[in-house]
C-alpha cells in the first residue's frame, strides 16, 4: 500500500516535472507608487505600439500577438469598471512589451524534484518569455502602476492556441493584482 | 529505487529539449475571424520593405529567388494569383531572415569511462539558428493578415548553396500549410 502511494507521488512529481519542461509556472510580480490612490483612474488608452525587439524574430512586429494581448486586456479591464478611450484624453495610457529569451537551467528541475546524484543532473534549456503592462499617468506622465509575467514559452510560441490561452492567463493573473476596488465602481 | 526514476524524468526533459533544438520549427499565425476567401491576388511588398537581416545573405540574389520562388510555388497550389504589375494585390508578401546565436544541450558521445546514458555528462552548445518569416498584409488595411516562420540550425547551411535550397523549400513548404486558400 505504502509502494503504491509512493509510485503514485513519483508520477505526479514526474507530471509536473513534464509540466515545468513545456510550460514553466507563470510568475507575476507588480508595483504601484506608494501613496498613489488608484481609484482616480477610470479611463485608459492605448500608448504606441513599442519599437524594442521582442528579442525573437516569430514575434518581432508580430500584430497577431499584440492584437490578441490588447483584446485580453481590454476584457479584463472593462471587467474591473475601466472605460476605454480610443480618442481624447485618458486618465492612463497602456504600454505593452514582449520578450522572448533562451535560458539554461543547470539542474534546477532535478535537484528540486529529484535530488539526483551531480553526475545525473543535466541542464537544460528553453524559452522564457515575459510580458509586461504599464500604467502611465497621463496628467503627469509618470508610471503608476508596473504589472509583468514570467514564464517558459517553450513549444508554446509555436502553436497559435496555445499562445492565446497562454496569454489570456497571463493578463488575467497580472491584472488581478491592480490596486483597485471594484465594489467602489458599482 | 525513487531517485533513478525520478532521474529518468530528469533525462526523458533533457531528450525533449534535445530534438525540439535539434528539428526544424515550424508554425504560422492566422488573424482570427477573418475570411481569406476574400482574397484572391498577391504581390511582393516594395523592396525597401525586404531587409534580409543578416550579411551573409543580404544582397544574396541565389537566396531571395529561393525564397520568392518557394513562397510563390505554394501561393499558387493555394489558389493565389500573382497580380498584374498595375493591379492593385489583395495582398502583400513581406519576408525577413535573421541569424540568432542560440543554445541546446547535447549528451557527450558514448565512449571512454562514460558507458551508459546515466555516467554520460551533457554539454550546453552555441549554435546559429536561421529563422525566416513570411507576413502576409492586407493590402487595402494594410494589417498583418498571416504570418508563418520556420527555424533551424543553419551551421553547414549557409556555405552550401543545395542544402540551402533544401531547408527553404521544406521550411516554406510547412509553413503553409497553415495557410487558408484562396476563393
Known sequence: ?186 | MARRLLCAAGITLAVFGLTACATMRVSSYVERGLDFSQYRTFDWGPADALPVGDPRLDQDRFFQDQVEGAIEKQMAARGFERSAASDVPDLRMHYHASINRRVEVREEDHSGNCRDDDACPARVIEYEAGTLVVDIVDARTNRLVWRGWAQDSVDGVLGNRDRLRRKIDEGVTRMFVGLPRAR
Request: aromatic share 10%; hydrophobic share 40%; net charge negative.
Open chain 1, 1 to 186: 500500500m505504502y509502494r503504491l502511494t509512493r509510485i503514485e507521488s513519483l508520477a505526479a512529481a514526474a507530471l509536473l516535472a513534464l509540466a515545468f519542461d513545456s510550460c514553466a509556472p507563470v510568475r507575476i510580480n507588480s508595483y504601484v507608487v506608494r501613496g498613489l490612490d488608484f481609484q482616480q483612474y477610470r479611463t485608459y488608452a492605448w500608448g504606441p505600439s513599442d519599437a524594442f525587439s521582442t528579442g525573437d524574430p516569430r514575434l518581432d512586429n508580430n500584430r497577431i500577438v499584440s492584437e490578441r494581448i490588447a483584446k485580453s486586456v481590454d476584457q479584463q479591464l472593462a471587467s474591473r469598471g475601466f472605460e476605454k478611450r480610443e480618442s481624447g484624453v485618458a486618465d492612463v495610457l497602456i504600454h505593452m512589451h514582449v520578450r522572448l529569451d533562451q535560458r539554461i537551467e543547470s539542474d534546477a528541475i532535478d535537484r528540486e524534484y529529484a535530488r539526483c546524484e551531480v553526475s545525473d543532473c543535466r541542464p537544460y534549456v528553453y524559452d522564457a518569455g515575459t510580458l509586461l503592462l504599464d500604467f502611465i499617468d497621463t496628467r503627469t506622465n509618470q508610471l503608476a502602476w508596473r504589472g509583468w509575467a514570467e514564464g517558459g514559452f517553450d513549444g508554446v510560441i509555436d502553436n497559435q492556441d496555445w499562445m492565446e490561452a497562454r496569454i489570456d492567463d497571463a493578463v488575467a493573473k497580472i491584472l488581478a493584482r491592480l490596486p483597485r476596488d471594484t465594489s467602489r465602481n458599482r
